[in-house]
Nanobody
Framework: VQLQASGGGLVQAGGSLRLSCAAS????????MGWFRQAPGKERESVAG????????YYADSVKGRFTISRDGTKNTVYLQMNYLKPEDTAVYYC???????????????WGQGTQVTVSS
């Protein structure tokens, strides 16, 4: 599976961005998907996850109520809608895939290349 993350950019605090993660090489239908982020000097942290069936989602406490993860099987793509962005959301965002079960640790098999999100105050 090859993952291509896109949609990052520069936005003012309070603004919105939608990240996309497009997969090629294999269908994502049996993979759980996760979004992670890594700010300079910090460890990579889990942001959100969604099961292969989209029946369950996970969000880090820091983004609950502001971010929404979703998936479109017809497009083999996973999204992260980010609203009410804060400067502390600034990081490189990565999408990742692993078989079936969501993990909150970076224990994922496949990773995208990352997309930069910068939120100005």
């Amino acid at each position: 599976v090859q993952l291509q993350a896109s949609g990052g950019g520069l936005v003012q605090a309070g603004g919105s961005l939608r990240l996309s993660c497009a997969a090629s090489g294999r269908t994502l239908s049996t993979y759980a998907m996760g979004w992670f982020r890594q700010a300079p000097g910090k460890e990579r942290e889990s942001v959100a996850g969604i099961t292969w069936s989209a029946s369950s989602t996970y969000y880090a406490d820091s983004v609950k109520g502001r971010f929404t993860i979703s998936r479109d099987g017809t497009k083999n793509t996973v999204y992260l809608q980010m609203n009410y962005l804060k400067p502390e959301d600034t990081a490189v965002y990565y999408c990742a895939a692993r078989p079936l079960v969501v993990s909150t640790t970076p224990d994922y098999r496949y990773w995208g290349q990352g997309t930069q999100v910068t939120v100005s105050s």
